[in-house]
């Protein structure tokens, strides 16, 4: 498993050094999806973290309709996991399954917060991604609220700007919250 | 100002001692709103993040066609501001004003990040903050998202148990996303 990508951006964004990398990395565990194969299912206990290394992965809900509502998608270089489930241990309210073939890296909730005792600089990456996820989902719960499906979908291309092309568009209609036809409509709008 | 809500917090939740409770309090400032009165303003800069200690505060954007949307409330025990703005110190593009008088006690990010280096403890309480608060965001994302207004409510209530009979009807309809008289008829049916 080549986890340079996640290690530059400890080194980078909260200044690890070789020795907390080290003890950082054997705290993760190699694992690979297929396309459509589930890292965690609805109903069951989150116990890892998932950080992208390649292909993509994707979060999303069932309704009682049997409707998926995409919450999240993560490209490389990306985590996700259904948080609510990873740090109460109760049942999960999301799947997370790859939507291309992956890559990840995986990091159990007790060894987190163990690795924060003796690493403080990684609670620190982890308060700062917890911050500017908080920032992005308070953004989008916001613009949810406020804004219309076509400005969603450009927020959704500058959000993800490798994703427009590369996933199939239903998957993006689910996350901007309309229909495939809709979302075929607004593509072919100038 | 009687901070010992917001001590109690930090001493229950992070188990900050009786020294590092004093470094942290003398760096929050006090002060005092009127209903209607704002801390911020969109188009503003964010400097503070405010601890509620008696009250209501409110978080809510307006959008091109004047039409408000709510983001949090903050009843006494919470905290409130516009995340993006504290910790980027870019525009805000929200509003966040008293909608009952409230006394408050202020802290700017610059004060916040200081502390991190002399109160490891704090830096954990601020992380599990953030975590808890992207849960909540998270949920309330994915329950706009597929569940009916009537559900929302009924979780606006669980959410905030004291407000529901204690603030203007059309600041809930506008936190759940209906108009005024939709969430009327909502609160009429059995």
Redesign the interface.
Known sequence: MNIDLLLGQLRKQSGLDDADCAVFASKLRPAKFKRRESLLQQGQVSRDAAFVLSGCMRAY?L?DNG?E?V?QFAPPGWWITD??SW?SKKES??CIEAIKDAQVALLSRDDQLEL?DRI?KL??Y??IL??N???S??????E????TAKQRYHIFLKTYPNLGNDIPQKLIASYI?VTPEFLSKIRGEK
Chains 1, 2 share one sequence.
């Open positions: 809900s309704d409707f509502h919450l948080m609510y740090i309210n999301l924060f403080p609670e620190r982890f308060r917890a911050e996820a908080l920032v989902t308070r953004t989008r719960l916001m949810n609220m406020s804004l919250g």
